[in-house]
């Protein structure tokens, strides 16, 4: 069975930078796709980043572009969110997901085109 495990969430101060992580377990293979989502309170669930097995394609939510950086080590079954400038419009649980299928032609921010999902780490940005 698939396992998605987020990591490094916590309490920043606005301006500050936090870096997430999520391991992949159970899989004899590299997600071709994985992404990060996040959820305010009250919010639906949104798109953030989303990156392609060979780290040389990424895409990004309008709202972090420029500030937020996702990127994957595969050999550690690993991604990460590297997230800089926060505003506290930021605050929200975010989830990592896996997307096993690599020919899927949707949309990167189609939530259900993800397989996996994570139980989500919370991230604060205070001001």
């Known amino acids: 069975q698939v396992q998605l495990v987020e990591s490094g969430g916590g309490l920043v101060q606005a301006g500050g930078s936090l870096r997430l992580s999520c391991a992949t377990s159970g899989s004899s293979f590299s997600m071709p796709v994985m992404g990060w989502f996040r959820q305010a309170p009250g919010k639906e669930r949104e798109f953030v980043a989303a990156?392609?097995?060979?780290?040389?394609?990424?895409y990004y939510a309008d709202s972090v572009k420029g500030r937020f950086t996702i990127s994957r080590d595969n050999a550690k079954n690993t991604v990460y969110l590297q997230m800089n400038s926060l505003k506290p419009e930021d605050t929200a649980v975010y989830y990592c997901?896996?997307?096993?299928?690599?020919?899927?032609?949707?949309?990167?921010?189609?939530?259900?085109?993800?397989?996996?999902w994570g139980q989500g780490t919370q991230v604060t940005v205070s001001s």
């Open positions: 990156i392609r097995w060979s780290g040389g394609v990424t």
């Open positions: 997901a896996a997307d096993r299928d690599p020919k899927y032609s949707g949309t990167y921010s189609y939530r259900g085109r993800y397989d996996y």
